[in-house]
């Protein structure tokens, strides 16, 4: 998969180009992914000073990923392993410090904020901090098609009242400022304005994880329509195992910064091969009177990312872990006869 | 039933909290019965806002200073809550109740080690020697599964992980060996391996010590994995009651029933199938609420439930706050089929 190199990548290819802002659906050649992650890595110095080397803390390294046209790909992985930050390189929000994403096969790397806006919109965790409180609710949902010079302020007008529309807000919400609406409300407003530009492809960072689960269920639901209206093309990023397990039509697994597995929804929750996917899959607690608790046979040394263990990253807490587990890092290798991917020595 | 009631380690009935706000009086605790008994795991679930915390903070004497608290009984082994001096209620929370809390640092104080705060409570409120109270701490602290612990009673709170932190908590709220323990969302923030094996020790060691636990969360997974009877609570009530295995099973009352339904439960919801949701939002608490709070919301609310529902008893030791919570719901006359 990454055997060109990056910087050819992103010379050769022609950057990505502004779409037709109609309403038509776009076509791309199906065989394309609609994006493709190639080695990216992101690394943060730390502590740096005027005379003081600061450390390095490799928040994502070297994570190649391929998400099909129309397909969710889910993003687990415990807090502080890298999913927030793979998400805002997509966005274009942080420069990766290696690698590339690549759009309809175009690379991100030096388009310009429309034509980046045009293809990828992210729908983040927290409806209350994400929203200018002293807006009204259509300047925040039409903010991106003015910032970005699109239509005439009716023609706007009218692309965010039909978008309150698809999102299920009454048109009245159009009027009233964040304050006024529930968090579910809120969580709709976001997917609106992330709708408004009529991206293909959405990032949602734990989009319902600071919302109630009579709530949450009504944002899944309106995630589900719309994709499938749509078309749309989603990197679900959530730790809530049961809503991933919903939604998605394949899982990337992340640990401290890598992906360790990655397969279909049924690989990965029907037969998981790397100790630390079956770890969060026992750790996942359905609503199943008369189980208990499991043992999940993990340590709780949290790694600090800033100095990883050597070899495997997970061999402190791993209940298979021998000493060339200590020594070498494995790699994440294909599963043969699978189009699945595990980085253990003894999966 | 009268012999039982006595043996309660807690027994609250119409408990009311009250907060003065901006556009009036908040209504955040409105009239709800509980008990616990001793040794038990009760969860106490519902949404955000529903009243859990603020339960809690009442029956530590914890509330915030302007809040307005009213009980017909609040009775902790005996012992009359609402009358308690602030002194004596101060010793009662140290030596029999304790709590934890979703943020730990909140109860850490990060300027002393962590021995000291371990120990403090001990000496205080059972004048054990220093030395003991060092012993007793380093044997909890093994046991909940701190290594190194003789040397972590020389660390502050902010040299540990959230999960470390969390045990601490355990232990220290284990030091007095309480009666009961009040555990607010103690995992929440807490990512889901290091929550398995916090929630697999607090059950352990609450079996172990019969030590009664009121557990407070908003997930319903974890409920089913350590209570031994679970409170529903919506819009400042607790709607319905019941043992684990028989709320799971039988829900009887709509909110109830409609939270479990929303929830995709692996193997028998269709992947990428539609959810059922529910509907609409919970009611302000500002304010008097007119009849049954969950009405705007029900799937099937009746004429009747304008007025406020009675706690009905079903067999079992099950409650349920609904007009219909032990007969169906009457089906709107259908006019004569002709065969
Ligand atoms: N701007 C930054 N400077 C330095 N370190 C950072 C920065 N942003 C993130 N990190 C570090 O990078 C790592 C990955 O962080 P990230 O926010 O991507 O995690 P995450 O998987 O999204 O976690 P969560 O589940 O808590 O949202 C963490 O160790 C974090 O502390
Ligand atoms: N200090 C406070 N002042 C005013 N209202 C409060 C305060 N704390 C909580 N509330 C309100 O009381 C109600 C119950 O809150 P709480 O017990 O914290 O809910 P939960 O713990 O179930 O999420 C909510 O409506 C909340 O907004
Ligand atoms: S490589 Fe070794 S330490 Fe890493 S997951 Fe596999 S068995 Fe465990
Ligand atoms: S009392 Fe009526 S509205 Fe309330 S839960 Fe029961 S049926 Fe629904
Ligand atoms: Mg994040
Ligand atoms: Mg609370």
Redesign the interface.
């Known amino acids: 998969m990454s055997a060109h190199s990056t910087t050819e990548v992103a010379g050769s290819r022609p950057a990505l180009e502004i779409p037709d802002p109609s309403m038509a659906p776009r076509t791309a050649r199906a065989s394309t992914p609609a994006l493709e992650l190639c080695g990216l890595s992101k690394t943060f110095t730390l502590g740096a000073g005027l005379f003081k080397r600061g450390r390095t803390l490799g928040a994502v390294s070297d994570v190649s990923l391929r998400i099909p046209r129309g397909q969710v790909m889910g993003l687990v992985g415990?807090?502080g392993c890298g999913k927030s930050t793979l998400a805002k390189m997509l966005l274009g929000l942080t420069t990766p410090s290696d690698g590339d994403v690549l759009v309809d096969g175009k690379p991100l790397r030096g388009a310009n904020q429309k034509a980046l806006a045009r293809h990828i919109q992210p729908i983040f965790q927290d409806p209350y901090s994400s929203l200018n409180p002293r807006k009204r609710i259509a300047q925040i949902v039409g903010l991106p098609l003015q910032v970005h010079g699109i239509g005439t302020s009716r023609e706007r007008a009218a692309r965010v009242a039909e978008t309150l529309d698809v999102v299920g807000l009454p048109r009245r919400a159009a009027d009233q400022f964040p304050g006024q609406l529930?968090g579910?409300q809120r969580q709709r407003v976001a997917i609106a304005r992330a709708l408004i530009m009529r991206p293909d492809i959405v990032i949602c960072d734990e989009p319902t994880s600071a919302l109630?689960?009579?709530?949450?269920?009504?944002i899944?639901?309106l995630l589900?329509d719309l994709k499938a209206e749509f078309g749309l093309t989603y990197l679900f990023i959530s730790?809530d195992?049961?809503?991933v397990?919903?939604?998605v039509d394949r899982v990337a697994v992340m640990y401290l910064g890598r992906i360790v597995e990655e397969g279909t929804?049924e690989q990965i929750?029907g037969s998981p091969r790397h100790p630390y996917t079956r770890?969060?899959l026992?750790?996942?607690?359905?609503?199943?009177?008369?189980?208990?608790?499991?043992?999940?046979g993990?340590g709780?040394a949290?790694p600090d990312p800033s100095d990883p263990p050597s070899g495997c990253a997970f061999h402190p807490r791993c209940p298979k872990a021998q000493a060339l587990c200590r020594q070498t890092r494995p790699r994440l290798e294909d599963i043969q006869g699978d189009n699945a991917r595990v980085a253990c020595h003894f999966a | 039933m009268s012999r039982l009631e006595v043996n309660n380690l807690l027994e609250v009935k119409n408990l009311r909290v009250d907060l003065p706000v901006e556009a009036g009086t908040l209504h955040a605790v409105r009239g709800i019965d509980f008990h616990v008994e001793r040794g038990e795991m009760l969860c106490l679930v519902g949404?955000?806002g529903c009243g859990k915390s603020m339960t809690s903070l009442a029956l530590m004497g914890l509330l915030p200073r302007k809040s307005r608290l009213s009980a017909d009984h609040l009775q902790f082994d005996g012992i009359d809550l609402t009358t308690l001096s602030e002194r004596r209620r101060s010793d009662l929370r140290g030596a029999r109740m304790a709590m934890i809390f979703q943020e730990p640092m909140t109860a850490l104080n990060p300027a002393y080690t962590l021995g000291n705060q371990l120990c403090e409570g001990l000496i205080r409120h059972r004048g054990v020697s220093r030395q003991e109270a060092r012993e007793r701490a380093i044997y909890l602290l093994e046991r909940v599964?701190i290594s190194a612990a003789k040397d972590r009673l020389n660390q502050y709170p902010h040299q540990l992980?959230g999960?470390?932190r969390q045990r601490v908590m355990i232990a220290m709220a284990l030091m007095c060996e309480p009666d009961l323990i009040i555990a607010d969302e103690p995992t929440t923030a807490l990512?889901?391996?290091?929550?398995?094996?916090i929630?697999?020790l607090l059950?352990e060691l609450q079996q172990e010590f019969g030590t009664a636990v009121i557990f407070i969360t908003?997930?319903?997974?974890?409920?089913?994995?350590?209570a031994d009877r679970v409170a529903v609570m919506y819009a400042g009530e607790v709607i319905e009651s019941a043992p684990?295995?028989a709320?799971?099973a039988n829900p009887a009352h709509p909110y109830t029933r409609?939270?479990?339904s929303?929830?995709?439960?692996?193997g028998k919801?269709p992947?990428?199938?539609?959810?059922?949701?529910?509907?609409g939002?919970v009611p302000s608490l500002v304010g008097h609420v007119e009849g049954c709070a969950f009405r705007n919301r029900c799937p099937q609310a009746q004429p009747t439930c304008e007025q406020t529902p009675p706690l009905m008893s079903l067999p079992g030791d099950h409650r349920a706050r609904c007009h219909y919570a032990d007969r169906p719901v009457p089906v709107p006359l259908q006019p004569e089929m002709s065969s």
């Open positions: 415990e807090s529930s579910g109630d689960v009579s709530v949450q269920a009504q899944l639901n589900l730790h195992l049961a809503v397990e919903h939604l929804r929750f770890a969060l026992d750790s996942a607690l359905t609503p199943e009177p008369g189980l208990g608790v499991p043992d999940i993990l709780d949290m | 949404e955000s599964g992980s999960g470390l990512d889901v391996t290091i929550q398995a094996q929630l697999r059950r908003h997930d319903l997974g974890v409920v089913a994995r350590i684990t295995p709320l799971y409609g939270l479990l929303c929830i995709p439960a692996p919801t992947p990428g199938s539609r959810l059922q949701a529910i509907p939002v």
